[in-house]
């Protein structure tokens, strides 16, 4: 059974930074797309970021662009997002996800997601 799980999530001021990753387990890491996804509460779940399959293209929903960076390590199975200036509008769980088929910012598409991880930023 595939497995993702998120780490690095955490409690920061405003304007500080953080990095997730995503270490995947039980898939061919190089052949899935992988994406970052968010849920604050009440709300729905959001895409973030999206990275494809050796990394040559990124994604990026507007209001993150500029601020965060997506990478990947095939070798360690590993998904990263780098979150510089953090605002608390950025509170949320993070969740990293995975997809064979293409990169997409509808969460619908992709086939695993992680547990997710929780991110406050204070103000």
């Known amino acids: 059974q595939v497995q993702l799980v998120e780490s690095g999530g955490g409690l920061v001021q405003a304007g500080g930074s953080l990095r997730l990753s995503c270490a995947a387990s039980r898939l061919t890491f190089s052949r899935y797309v992988m994406g970052w996804f968010r849920q604050a509460p009440g709300k729905e779940r959001e895409f973030v970021a999206a990275i494809t399959w050796s990394g040559e293209r990124t994604y990026y929903a507007d209001d993150v662009k500029g601020r965060f960076t997506i990478s990947r390590d095939n070798a360690k199975n590993t998904v990263y997002l780098q979150m510089n200036s953090l605002k608390p509008e950025d509170t949320a769980v993070y969740y990293c996800?995975?997809?064979?088929?293409?990169?997409?910012?509808?969460?619908?598409?992709?086939?695993?997601w992680g547990q997710g991880t929780q991110v406050t930023v204070s103000s």
């Open positions: 996800a995975a997809d064979q088929r293409r990169p997409s910012l509808v969460a619908e598409v992709y086939d695993y």
